[in-house]
């Protein structure tokens, strides 16, 4: 499972290589990736923004009170 860090680094190069006009990127273990048209391309940006959606929307360790004057009859 890749970290938050790589999934946004991964990220940014896609967005580099779909503004660019180029389908392939080079990724961390140095193995060329090839997409076939810029539409795939947006579907893995869009594949890794659900990722990364998944693992920053975690659970709040915040505690919120509610409070209320009491019961009313």
């Known amino acids: 499972m890749a970290t938050l860090a ?3 680094a991964y990220r940014e190069r ?3 290589t779909r503004y660019s006009g180029i389908r392939s990127l080079t990724d961390q273990n140095g193995e060329q990736v090839h997409y076939r048209s810029q539409s795939e391309i947006e579907r893995a940006i869009a594949a890794l923004d659900a990722e990364i959606a998944a693992l920053t929307s975690g659970r709040s360790n915040r505690i919120k009170p509610i409070m209320t004057k009491g019961l009313e009859p």
């Open 14 to 16: 896609l967005l580099e």
């Open 6 to 8: 790589e999934l946004q």
